[in-house]
């Protein structure tokens, strides 16, 4: 595991990341909405280094992201999330409107269970093995479009500069990320889903969802696009 960070404070929250994960982009967009600065530890997925004994220990099920705030460890995205939240309640996640918290948790949740992951390394692996590596972009293609379908109805009356809204709140930290894999490593046409491509529009104009995403972390592989 490599690490690279802002600080030397031995008080700095470190999050276990990996470039290309989308659940620790979420997280490294919240971190940033929140002002709140860290250290970046990398956990290369492809050479295994999420099974190494050392990051066992912090996560079971040997999954990034994993946040470490002192004493506590917290592993999975959206626990993470709903941390940050308690923790450090400037620039919320969550609107104060119960309907429109509602429907956030409702379209993070179409991302973090019914999209993201049937795309993963592990489950692209057993497919490639099990079936066949020609299966793996269909299957991705099937169950990302299938996803998005259902997050156009879903917001489609309820969007406004973002998902849920004018403001920027915790759908927004799931579809970001969701929508960048989608185009840069899943070839989905977007056109088909106009909400979305709005959205992703939209994100690619705040330096705080930029700054999270794969391109820019320290360990982005240099020849990445």
């Known amino acids: 595991m490599a690490t690279s960070g802002n600080s030397s404070s031995s008080n700095k929250m470190k999050l276990y990341s990996y470039w290309r994960s989308s659940c620790s982009c979420r997280v490294r967009i919240a971190l940033n909405l929140k002002g709140l600065s860290y250290e970046y530890v990398a956990v290369d997925l492809v050479k295994g280094e999420q099974f190494s004994r ?6 079971p099920i040997g999954y990034v992201p994993v946040l470490v705030d002192g004493d506590i460890v917290v592993s999975d995205s959206f626990a993470i999330l709903m941390y940050l939240e308690e923790k450090f309640p400037q620039n919320p996640l969550l609107p104060e409107d119960l309907r429109i918290r509602a429907l956030n948790y409702q379209a993070a949740n179409i991302v973090s269970s019914s999209i993201q992951p049937l795309q993963n390394v592990a489950v692209l692996k057993f497919i490639e093995q099990k079936v066949g590596p020609d299966e793996k972009l269909p299957w991705v293609q099937y169950h990302i479009e299938k996803g998005f379908s259902a997050l156009e109805k879903l917001l489609k009356d ?4 973002y998902a849920t809204g004018d403001k920027v709140f915790l759908a927004d930290l799931f579809l970001a990320p969701q ?8 070839n989905i046409d977007m056109s088909q889903f106009p909400l979305l491509q709005r959205l992703h529009e939209a994100y690619s104009a705040l330096p705080v969802f930029q700054d999270a995403m794969p391109e820019n972390q320290p360990d982005t592989p240099s020849s990445s696009s």
């Open 54 to 59: 050392e990051f066992l220990k912090l996560n």
């Open 158 to 161: 309820h969007a406004g500069r």
């Open 179 to 186: 929508i960048h894999g989608a185009i840069k490593r899943f």
